[in-house]
C-alpha cells in the first residue's frame, strides 16, 4: 500500500500512476510510490533494461531524479529506446517534478519563517 493511503494497483477505478504521484504531498509519498512502481516489474523485464536503467535503491528524492535522468538520457541516445525504458522514463519523470514541486514549495514556506534561515 502507498503513502498515500491506497495501492495504485488496487485502486477500484483507472487511476495512473503519474496521477499518484500528482497526488502525493510529500516527498516521502513520492519516493514510496516510486519504489511500488518499481517493485511491480518482473525479473525477466529487468533483465530486458540496459545496465544504467535497471532498478536500483530509491531512499530519498536526489534517487529518484538521478534515476529519471538515467533514463532519459538513456532514451535519447538509444535510436529505438524500448517501450519498457520509455513507461520507466515517463514515470520518473513525472515524480522527480513533483518533487522538485513539493521543495518549492517548502521552501516558499520556510522563506518567511526566522527559525529555518
Not at 502525493?24 to 513520492?30: L, N, R
Not at 516510486?34 to 518482473?42: I, P, S
Not at 536500483?56 to 538513456?74: C, F, H, T, W
Request: glycine share 4%; hydrophobic share 40%; with cysteine.
Amino acid at each position: 500500500m502507498s503513502a498515500i493511503g491506497k495501492s495504485p494497483e488496487s485502486s477500484s477505478f483507472s487511476v495512473s500512476w503519474e496521477h499518484w504521484v500528482e497526488l502525493a504531498s510529500t516527498e516521502h509519498e513520492v519516493v514510496e510510490l516510486a519504489r511500488e512502481y518499481l517493485a511491480q516489474l518482473g525479473p525477466a523485464e529487468i533483465a530486458t533494461l540496459p545496465t544504467i536503467c535497471r532498478p536500483r535503491k530509491l531512499v530519498d528524492a536526489g534517487d529518484v531524479s538521478s534515476y529519471a535522468l538515467d533514463l532519459v538520457r538513456d532514451g535519447c541516445a538509444d535510436e529505438e529506446p524500448s517501450e519498457l525504458v520509455h513507461k520507466l522514463a515517463a514515470f520518473f519523470s513525472s515524480a522527480s517534478m513533483r518533487l522538485s514541486q513539493l521543495a518549492t514549495r517548502t521552501n516558499d514556506e520556510n522563506a518567511g519563517d526566522p527559525e529555518v534561515a
